[in-house]
């Protein structure tokens, strides 16, 4: 358990950088996360012929992790079309209400009983949310777009969890990225379409940043997870990412001075998912202690 917290905290600090390298990368939100998951199943694909690593995987299972590989697809696109409409921090903070998504969602799935502590923790960080979207009306759509991220991104991490033993998880990184990438293809076409305007051919400074966000920020910080999947929940895992936010947050404060367009209700707002955050940890390590 310890060194399970310990990969899921690194993979968390990884993606805390997610949203700064969507300002760096100048690409609308499809083409961004259409080349992220290209070149990540092209990476992934390298790395297991070089292993030599076989593909144990049932065909059925090959289809249920592509259709997981749709959703983290678009749980990216509604995750960078919120960075693009309003701005990282917001982005990233409403992504805290993955943590509610999945206590409310992982029994049912899971056909068990909901832990009431694990519902107010997530109506916790909910509540920090509202308190942002109901103060700061400019960024309503953005947080709007986030909310949706989160949504999707429960989905997926608890359809991971559920499954996490049917194959190595390199394998299974490649069959998601894959499947997401797959997506991407048939959508952008009629993107581009409706997006005339819309950027997607990267320049030179965009492709090193996509490689950064593909190498770092998704080969090794989805192995790290998964991996620590093996061992914790859905619902801790998705509680903990809410700390991807506070990395990421501190990140826009310095290199973009977002802190200059939030008022006091974005800091209320922190202080609840915080919160909420700091209490599931202190229960995750008295339960391993115990």
């Known amino acids: 358990m310890k060194q399970s917290l310990i990969q899921l905290h690194i993979s968390v600090l990884l993606a805390g950088f997610t949203g700064i390298l969507g300002v760096f990368i100048q690409l609308n939100e499809l083409p961004l996360v259409w080349y992220r998951m290209g070149i990540t199943a092209i990476t992934l694909l390298i790395i297991l012929l070089w292993r030599k690593q076989t593909f144990a995987i049932t065909p059925r299972n090959i289809l249920l992790f592509l259709g997981i590989g749709v959703l983290i697809a678009l749980h990216w696109v509604f995750f960078y079309a919120s960075i693009k409409l309003a701005n990282v921090s917001i982005g990233l903070v409403c992504f805290a209400a993955t943590s509610f998504f999945t206590a409310v969602l992982e029994p049912l799935f899971n056909r068990k009983k909901a832990h009431a502590v694990e519902v107010g923790l997530g109506l916790l960080s909910l509540l920090g949310i509202y308190i942002i979207f109901q103060f700061d009306v400019k960024f309503r759509t953005g947080i709007l777009f986030g909310l949706g991220s989160a949504l999707i991104a429960a989905l997926f991490s608890i359809f991971n969890k559920k499954n996490i033993h049917k194959a190595a998880p390199q394998t ?74 506070v990395y990421g947050i501190l990140l826009a404060f310095v290199l973009f001075h977002e802190n200059k367009y939030l008022n006091s209700s974005f800091y209320w707002g922190i202080f609840c998912i915080a919160l909420s955050v700091i209490i599931q940890m202190r229960r995750v390590n008295k339960l391993y202690h115990t």
């Open 172 to 245: 299974i990184m490649l069959i998601e990225m894959t499947g997401g990438f797959l997506l991407l293809t048939i959508l952008l076409p009629f993107y581009l379409q409706q997006n005339p305007t819309s950027k997607w051919i990267p320049t030179m400074p965009d492709l090193f940043w996509l490689l950064i966000l593909a190498w770092l920020c998704t080969v090794l910080a989805m192995e790290l997870m998964l991996k620590a999947l093996r061992n914790i929940s859905a619902f801790t895992q998705n509680l903990t990412l809410n700390l991807e936010p």
